[in-house]
């Protein structure tokens, strides 16, 4: 054999032996390799801890504005003013009924319902809605910090829903509200009402006046005249509770909502601060409303729609040698064949128009006792005027 022909076989057997070397350390190696690359989870967590430590949190990034009363608008700052000074004039009134168990026998309180009431001067006079107290038994009355004091009824208003109460509370503790006049209203100044709507403690809601000149019915069925009417949101519970204008002026009493759901629907009425300012002191002074009239009976509405008589009061009954009788007024009465008589119909006040029973009650309202009107009648189909001196009726 040649000598290029054995070294061609040298290098051939070289590479072979090369070859399995290679191939038996890739067989023994690859066990190892697969035991030190990390699985697909233990690759992704490093790098999904990586990214929560590394990356800064977005929240980080959204500025925190904390405002400050420099930064509130001139009107908020006049609303929270206002609520600051006023919210401890107005107090909660909780009302209940004294009843007795009829197993036990015992006397027992049951609550009755509850409203909200305001400070109307330092002698502890307390102002709230007739139908707040009306059929109550007790009556409490607490303050923005939850002391409480035992209330006494002063005098009641049905016709004008207003009612006074008196509480024993240091002078100290008497913040009444100032009031002002609603008689310079217009629709459109703003109008914040304080309560305690569905039993929630000293709430403020604002509007505005919706308008003027309204027209309620009160519990005793006369109606309220010249009610204001709002927007402030004036639920159950904020009955008697005061309506202020901007400055933190009383200039109404919350006293009904019109909704057919009796809650807030946008339209709530007070009774006008001006009616307030007259009535409060008659009951204070008086428990009632001391009203100049005349002392005579008169047929209901209803009884003279049934007699289908023209509009205008009635008159049934008078007392003797009273001014009325004085004044040539004719009562209703019946012959001796027993035939009805009908008395005289008032059908006006000094000019006054009279359609109803309500109509006489309020345009007295507007004269004093010892004041002469002329009333208008009809009297068997003929008009007569017969002047009449008012007195004080009980």
Same mark, same amino acid.
């Given at each position: 054999m040649s000598a290029s022909k054995r070294s061609t076989i040298v290098v051939l057997a070289v590479m072979n032996l090369g070859l399995m070397f290679m191939v038996a350390g890739l067989l023994f190696w690859r066990p190892n390799a697969e035991r030190m690359v990390p699985s697909a989870v233990e690759t992704q967590r490093p790098a999904v801890a990586s990214k929560v430590v590394?990356?800064?949190?977005?929240?980080?990034?959204?500025?925190?504005?904390?405002?400050?009363?420099?930064?509130?608008?001139?009107?908020?700052?006049?609303?929270?003013e206002l609520f600051r000074v006023t919210s401890p004039s107005v107090v909660h009134i909780t009302t209940s009924k004294v009843a007795r168990d009829y197993f036990s026998m015992n006397v027992q309180e049951i609550p009755q319902g509850s409203g909200t009431g305001f400070v109307w001067d330092?002698?502890?006079?307390?102002?709230?809605?007739?139908?707040?107290?009306?059929?109550?038994?007790?009556?409490?009355v607490a303050f923005d910090d939850q002391t409480s004091?035992?209330?006494?009824?002063?005098?009641?208003?049905?016709?004008?829903?207003l009612a006074v109460l008196l509480i024993d509370a240091p002078p100290e503790r008497l913040r009444p509200i100032p009031r002002g006049v609603s008689a310079d209203l217009e629709v459109?100044?703003?109008?914040?009402?304080?309560?305690?709507?569905?039993?929630?403690?000293?709430?403020l809601t604002t509007g505005v006046i919706s308008a003027l000149g309204r027209?309620? @019915?009160?519990?005793? %069925? &006369?109606? =309220?005249? *010249?009610?204001?009417?709002?927007?402030? $949101?004036?639920?159950?519970?904020?009955s008697g509770g005061p309506l202020l204008d901007r400055s933190g002026q009383l200039i109404g009493v919350n006293t009904a909502i019109y909704s057919p759901s009796g809650a807030y629907a946008g339209i709530g009425f007070a009774i006008p601060v001006d009616t307030?300012?007259?009535?409060?002191?008659?009951?204070?002074?008086?428990?009632?409303?001391?009203?100049?009239?005349?002392?005579?009976?008169?047929?209901?509405?209803?009884?003279?729609?049934?007699? @289908?008589?023209?509009? %205008? &009061?009635? =008159?049934? *009954?008078?007392?003797?040698?009273?001014? $009325?009788?004085?004044?040539g007024l004719r009562p209703t009465r019946r012959t001796r064949f027993g035939d009805i008589v009908?008395?005289?119909?008032?059908?006006?006040?000094?000019?006054?128009?009279?359609?109803?029973?309500?109509?006489?009650?309020?345009?007295?309202?507007?004269?004093?006792?010892?004041?002469?009107?002329?009333?208008?009648?009809?009297?068997?189909?003929?008009?007569?005027?017969l002047p009449v001196e008012l007195e004080t009726l009980d």
């Open positions: 590394e990356e800064p949190d977005a929240a980080q990034d959204i500025p925190v504005h904390v405002p400050s009363a420099g930064n509130l608008a001139d009107s908020e700052t006049r609303t929270i330092k002698a502890g006079h307390i102002v709230t809605n007739n139908h707040v107290i009306q059929n109550a038994d007790v009556a409490m004091f035992p209330a006494k009824l002063v005098g009641v208003a049905p016709d004008k829903d459109g100044r703003t109008a914040l009402a304080i309560g305690n709507p569905f039993g929630l403690d000293q709430t027209e309620i @019915k009160s519990d005793s %069925g &006369v109606p =309220i005249k *010249d009610v204001i009417q709002t927007d402030a $949101a004036i639920n159950p519970g904020n307030v300012r007259w009535v409060v002191p008659e009951l204070i002074e008086h428990g009632r409303i001391i009203r100049p009239g005349i002392a005579i009976t008169v047929a209901s509405d209803s009884m003279s729609k049934r007699f @289908k008589l023209p509009p %205008g &009061v009635l =008159i049934l *009954d008078l007392p003797e040698r009273g001014n $009325a009788e004085r004044a009908l008395g005289d119909i008032i059908v006006a006040v000094d000019d006054m128009a009279v359609a109803s029973t309500s109509d006489l009650t309020l345009i007295f309202e507007n004269y004093e006792s010892g004041d002469v009107v002329d009333l208008t009648v009809i009297r068997q189909g003929t008009e007569l005027v």
